[in-house]
């Protein structure tokens, strides 16, 4: 069955305890925010009305959507933004 892939960006909530408040304030201010889960006990929840579709520009260059025959298959066509002779071309079929 044919699909497509998006790609979007989303803000979590994490509810985090007040003895493990000062430990998760730190961590964030060190830039060490992927260390938190592993640090200390924090419950996740997706903040749905958050999500934005990003654009390639706003991922380095690549996909963000692509277009697929079945689950097998590679992309036959992405939004890709590919430099071709010094100009932006969008998209890539196969």
């Given at each position: 069955?044919p699909?497509?892939?998006?790609?979007?960006t989303i803000?979590?909530?994490?509810y985090v305890?007040?003895?493990?408040?000062?430990?998760?304030?730190q961590?964030a201010?060190?830039?060490?925010?992927?260390?938190?889960?592993a640090?200390?006990?924090?419950?996740?929840?997706?903040?749905?009305?958050?999500?934005e579709?990003?654009?390639?520009?706003?991922?380095d260059?690549?996909?963000?959507?692509?277009?697929?025959?079945?689950i097998?298959?590679?992309?036959?066509?992405?939004n890709?933004?590919?430099?071709?002779?010094?100009?932006?071309v969008?998209?890539?079929?196969?």
């Open positions: 069955m699909y497509i892939d998006t790609k979007a803000w979590y909530r994490g305890s007040n003895e493990d408040f000062e430990i998760a304030l961590l201010k060190d830039g060490e925010v992927h260390l938190i889960n640090e200390i006990d924090i419950e996740w929840e997706q903040l749905a009305d958050t999500m579709d990003m654009t390639p520009e706003k991922n260059n690549q996909s963000t959507i692509e277009l697929f025959r079945n097998e298959s590679n992309p036959i066509w992405t890709e933004i590919k430099k071709s002779n010094d100009t932006d969008l998209g890539r079929c196969s």
